[in-house]
């Protein structure tokens, strides 16, 4: 009998809690990032979003592809660390230009501040990007 209430209260914490979700809003024209756990504000970032002639696309969008460390094919190979695909080419990561962050400046992604970048893919990574939903908002 012992057995049995163990593995029933074994199964039962190893249950989540709860089912976790992770919404991400980026507002280009105020050029931040609202980062919710289910409902609950957890980070704003600045950002930087597309300039003109490379608009970082409005909609709502799931994770398409994630990688830790990633090189752009189209622009000559620029570093785009803690990448978050979300609309093919287009990405949030991070980047080394920092110093333009609030600022629209990129060639469509979503740039963050490298610390920033690698907090969100790590929160996308536990909680599931099958579980984060991405907003780009004009």
Known sequence: MRRVVLSILFAFLSLPVFASEVYVLV????QTMTVRVDGAVKHTFPVSTGREGYTTPAGAYGVTRMYRKYHSKKYDGAPMPHSIFFHGGYAIHGTTDIKRLGKIASHG???LHP????????????????????????
Not at 27 to 30: K, R
Not at 115 to 129: C, E, H, P, T
């Open 109 to 111: 992604c979503v740039r």
């Open 27 to 30: 507002d280009i024209p105020t």
């Open 115 to 138: 610390d920033n970048a690698k907090m969100l893919f790590a929160l996308v990574q536990d909680i599931g990007s099958d579980k984060t939903h991405i907003w780009v908002k004009r």
